[in-house]
């Protein structure tokens, strides 16, 4: 499976050393928490997601190619 | 010719109901961009020291930006300031909606009013026709009512700003209202236009806008709404608005219970940005030219009838649910519903009343003395309270002061839980364990709000344990590490540039902030519309002139501003947090003082707080670093 991975807003600023997009290759299903962890972003970090344009959780468990996008942390107004 | 600007300041003394127009100063808009740069140089230049907040001497200022009501993404804004009656310092609140636009097509930049109208009055504004009108029949009515009957009167093409009850009875903390749930909320601006006898305004304007490059800016803005809508985070984000970020801010122990006691509510999952959507969501409502429009307009059955509101958003939902402990998405959006149509800042409003469940609590204040046990995660309680205190009767008089005043009134230990910055109550970010965004509320010009700097996200990024860890100990959360102090000055005073610029500027600060819409677009925009070629960093260096403006004017209207003056109370130096992520954590005073220093060192600030002529001279303020070498 294939997972790209897109950080978005604030998260861009957090993690000013990670590419914008990243591409991840899995073999077997796994939670979007194990997703993060592996491209080496702590999942405190990641506020919202959206898995093919969906909004998501970060306790899904991603089994298929996906584009997901991480939004990080933001202020409520 | 000002391209972008309407051109002219309306002035209206309420008293003498003399109506004065001039043109907008081309050095004004030149040094000071718009809306809260217009704001806060007009208080300074305009105010008479140490003028009563609630005298006819005292200004309510409404400012647009050159951006304001152009058709690009989110310019519906508007800007509006006075000398706060929570601080006594310098106040702005930024609103949402339809008025400014409006304003500046009716023909003016800037509303500035003075005065005190002999009698509850409205102000009438028609492109060139401005009148002062009877407002009597509405006086003592609810600001949401208000607008909907004048609107009625009127026509729906007026856009309309009142005040409700607490304003009309100088609650510290009333807000001004507009478009049935948008509010410029804090620091008081509401009291202060209830003690100018002014009800509300209402203005319809029919004329155009001269833009530096029509054609150039049709383009842009088309695609830049476009742009804005195409950002990958615009799904994540928009459906739920910004009350989708509670799971987040309790996964990371930062959301505010029983009066900030503690920083995580194990019931946030029934007052989330879901239950906004699931249970309360009819529409999504958005401001003027708005790509992403985050307002869920919906409607609530409780037990006490159904109501209809704007959000609640995540701050109400923060301080009404959390520091208040509320069940239900329901019985947020009521109280909620009730702060609106009373004209009470949500977050004020139920920091005062967490407050006051608080006392009652530990037995400082009784059951007499309230009129009824107030307790928290009760309804009835917060709603008798937020009654009381626009009415200012029994105990609201005392709460209508706001924690401050109340608690130094009250003592017996209650100072060490008033929540609050300068006099101005706490937002919704527990910050024990966040020392930047502690840093944030210290120095915030107003007082304890989060709009100037946000800078939680980092905390977070330099509390939480490393990836490697985390994998190691076979889990990702739990309990947060204790965050390292020093350091934050930076991050924090490039925030405070970065957000306040968006409130000169008259748009939205969002699309920018939650979905990373590029700073190149906003110096293109402001190119189009005004002629006047500024970089991103040009623009922030009028942010930074307009940050030490509105620290001086602190300095000169308060007696004894300085460093005293940025503590956060006592609780959060000496009580660790209890229970959940953050258990444990606290910064002690030597902490708080690290940051300080930092802080006023990397601002050429003295160690009092107190900027230096050099640091005014330098930013373009000689005539402030004399005034204040004077005082
Ligand atoms: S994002 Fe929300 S606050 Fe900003 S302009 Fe749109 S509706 Fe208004």
């Known amino acids: 499976m294939r997972i790209t991975l897109h950080l978005s807003g604030g998260l861009k600023a957090v993690l000013s050393h990670l590419p914008e997009e990243m591409s991840l290759q899995l073999e077997r299903p796994a939670s979007l928490r194990e997703i993060l962890m592996r491209a080496g972003i702590n999942p405190l970090l990641v506020m919202v997601v959206t898995v093919d344009g969906q909004r998501g959780n970060k306790d899904q468990v991603i089994d298929h190619d996906a584009e997901i996008t991480l939004i990080g942390p933001m202020a409520g107004g | ?631």
């Not at chain 2, 009625?152 to 001004?176: H, M, Q, S, Y």
């Not at chain 2, 505010?256 to 019931?267: I, V």
């Open chain 2, 1 to 631: 010719m000002l391209f972008g600007y309407a051109g002219t300041i309306l002035e209206v003394d309420l008293t003498a109901g003399r109506i004065e127009k001039t043109p907008l100063p081309e050095n004004l808009a030149a040094d000071y961009i718009g809306g809260r740069g217009f704001v806060a140089r007009l208080l300074w230049d305009k105010i008479t020291r140490k003028t009563d907040p609630f005298s006819p001497q005292n200004l309510l200022i409404i400012a647009t930006g050159p951006l304001s009501g152009h058709l690009l993404p989110a310019s519906g804004k508007t800007h509006f300031g006075t000398k706060s009656p929570a601080t006594g310092g310098y106040a702005d609140a930024n609103m949402g909606g339809h008025f400014g636009p409006a304003l500046k097509y009716a023909g003016y930049d800037v509303l500035l009013l003075t005065g005190r109208a002999p009698q509850p009055s409205y102000l009438f504004i028609e492109d060139d026709t401005v009148e002062l009108r009877p407002a009597e029949a509405w006086w003592g009515q609810g600001a949401l009512i208000t607008e909907a009957t004048l609107k009625k009167e009127l026509g729906d093409t007026f856009k309309i700003i009142t005040i409700g009850p607490a304003g009309e009875n100088r609650v510290r903390f009333a807000c001004i209202s507009h478009d049935f749930g948008r509010q410029a909320g804090r620091t008081g601006i509401g009291a202060v236009m209830g003690a100018k006898n002014l009800k509300a305004v209402a203005v319809k304007g029919t004329g155009g806008l001269p833009v530096f490059d029509i054609d150039g800016l049709y383009e842009k803005g088309r695609s830049a709404f476009e742009k804005v809508r195409a950002k990958p985070g615009f799904a994540g984000w928009t459906p739920e608005g910004t009350a989708g970020i509670t799971d987040w801010v309790n996964e990371v122990g930062a959301f505010p219970t029983r009066n900030f006691q503690t920083s995580f509510f194990p019931g946030y999952q029934n007052i989330n940005g879901k239950a906004v959507v699931k249970r309360l969501k009819i529409t999504d409502k958005g401001c003027s030219c708005c790509p992403t429009p985050c307002g869920k307009y919906g409607r609530a059955k409780t037990g006490r009838g159904d109501v209809y509101v704007e959000g609640p958003e995540y701050e109400s939902i923060a301080i009404l649910g959390g520091d208040c402990t509320l069940g239900s998405i329901e019985e947020v959006a009521f109280a909620n519903y009730v702060c609106d149509e009373l004209g009470l800042d949500t977050i004020s409003a139920g920091g005062v009343a967490a407050w006051a469940m608080e006392c009652f609590e530990k037995g400082i204040l009784s059951a007499e003395q309230i009129g009824r046990p107030v307790r928290f995660g009760d309804l009835e309680s917060l709603v008798y309270l937020l009654k009381k205190t626009a009415a200012r009767e029994g105990i609201g008089d005392l709460l209508a002061e706001g924690v401050m005043r109340a608690s130094a009134q009250v003592g017996r230990g209650s100072e060490s839980f008033a929540i609050h910055v300068k006099g101005l109550e706490w937002t919704g970010y527990e910050s024990r364990n966040a020392p930047g965004m502690m840093l944030a509320y210290m120095t915030a010009d107003v007082g304890a709000h989060h709009n100037r700097a946000w800078a939680l996200g980092h905390d977070v990024a330099g509390s939480a344990a490393s990836v490697h860890d985390l994998i190691s100990a076979g889990r990702d959360s739990g309990k947060m590490a204790k965050s390292r102090v020093g350091g934050q000055a930076e991050s924090v005073i490039a925030l405070q540039h970065i957000r306040p610029l968006f409130d000169c500027l008259g748009v939205c600060r969002l699309q920018y902030m939650e979905l990373g819409f590029e700073v190149e677009h906003y110096e293109e925009l402001f190119f189009l519309v005004t002629g006047r070629k500024m970089s991103w960093d040009d623009l922030l260096a009028v942010s930074e002139r307009i940050w030490h403006l509105t620290r001086a004017f602190s300095v000169r209207e308060v007696d004894g501003f300085g460093r005293k003056s940025d503590y956060p109370p006592p609780r959060f130096s000496r009580e660790p947090v209890p229970d959940g992520p953050n258990e444990g954590h606290f910064l002690s005073i030597q902490e708080l003082d690290m940051l300080l220093d930092e802080y006023y060192a990397a601002r050429g600030w003295d160690q009092n707080g107190i900027p230096t002529k050099e640091t005014l001279r330098r930013v373009g303020l000689a005539d402030v670093a004399e005034a204040l070498a004077r005082r």
